[in-house]
């Protein structure tokens, strides 16, 4: 069964910094580009944050520039959102989700998505 | 960054109807255009990518179309399990963005 589990949510204070994890299971993790969308409380669909399947192109959403970093390791079919410098309004349900190619940059769609994990930001 | 704007934001509609949802882009995206589905609760589903190509095990009653700035989604004939928000999100530039959800609601 395709899989994607992703941990490492929780409450965190304005500032401090949180680390996502994604698990991905039944695909072969390195043939596939990689995603992080969130989704706020009540609202729509935000995306964060891809990358390639060699981490060689990433990309983000202007809101989490230079506070977020993707990353992954193929040999342990993970995904990672390193995130710094949480502000409140990043508060949201966080998911992890696989491209339906290898790269990164143009006509990607994201065909499979974990549960999500929640954030919250608040002092 | 491009704008997604979808139309409606909401619509009632009965099992049987057919239903037509748009998605309007603020500038040219080709047909980079996907659909996804989303449940209350539940992760969004993936419907649509290219604008009018079927994702493996949609159900046929899906379809997309649209090049350019303006695309529909339409439901030929709604099921119950039809009942959810539907988000489009373009795939022509970095940052990807979606559009604001339609919520699809029974009559």
């Known amino acids: 069964e395709v899989q994607l589990v992703e941990s490492g949510g929780g409450l965190v204070q304005p500032g401090r910094s949180l680390r996502l994890s994604c698990a991905a299971s039944g695909f072969t993790f390195v043939d596939y580009g990689m995603h992080w969308v969130r989704q706020a409380p009540g609202k729509g669909l935000e995306w964060v944050s891809g990358i390639s399947w060699n981490s060689g192109t990433t990309g983000y959403a202007d809101s989490v520039k230079g506070r977020f970093t993707i990353s992954r390791d193929n040999a342990k079919n993970s995904l990672y959102l390193q995130m710094k410098s949480l502000r409140v309004e990043d508060t949201a349900l966080y998911y992890c989700?696989?491209?339906?190619?290898?790269?990164?940059?143009?006509?990607?769609?994201?065909?499979?998505w974990g549960q999500g994990t929640m954030v919250t930001v608040s002092s | 960054d491009i704008q997604m704007t979808q139309s409606p934001s909401s619509l009632s509609a009965s099992v049987g109807d057919r239903v037509t949802i748009t998605c309007r882009a603020s500038?040219?995206?080709?047909?980079?255009l996907n659909w996804y589905q989303q449940k209350p609760g539940k992760a969004p589903k993936f419907l649509i990518y290219t604008a009018s190509s079927l994702q493996s095990g949609v159900p046929s009653r899906f379809s997309g179309s649209g090049s350019g700035t303006d695309f529909t989604l339409t439901i030929s004939s709604l099921q119950p399990e039809d009942f959810a928000t539907y988000y489009c999100?373009?795939?022509?530039?970095?940052?990807?963005?979606f559009g604001q959800g339609t919520q699809l609601e029974i009559k």
């Open positions: 500038q040219s995206i080709s047909s980079y």
């Open positions: 999100q373009q795939s022509y530039s970095i940052p990807y963005t």
């Open positions: 989700a696989k491209n339906i190619r290898n790269g990164f940059g143009g006509a990607d769609a994201f065909d499979i």
